[in-house]
């Protein structure tokens, strides 16, 4: 298994449905530089497609897409 990415802040959405993770996720991207990482953790399964369709529309990049059981964590960086 390949270690964790580096990150620079990260954000807890498990327990929150469609569409908090996305806002929760956006809302801590606009805090963040260009080049950043952010950590998201979700158990929404809508989440994996949601998030990563929002990443690919605002520029961002999934670098990472665990699961793990019912947890998806996603490292996204900031688009330049």
């Not at 990150?7 to 805090?31: H, L, N, Q, S, Y």
């Not at 996603?74 to 688009?79: A, G, V």
Request: with cysteine.
């Amino acid at each position: 298994m390949s270690p964790e990415p580096l990150f620079d802040r990260e954000v807890d959405c498990v327990g929150f449905f469609c569409p908090v993770p996305i806002a929760m996720t956006k809302e801590e991207m606009d805090k963040m530089e260009a080049g950043q990482v952010l950590k998201v953790e979700a158990d929404d399964p809508a989440a994996e497609e949601d998030i990563a369709r929002w990443a690919k529309r605002t520029g961002h990049e999934v670098l990472k897409l665990e699961k793990k059981g019912n947890i998806l964590t996603f490292y996204i960086k900031k688009r330049s």
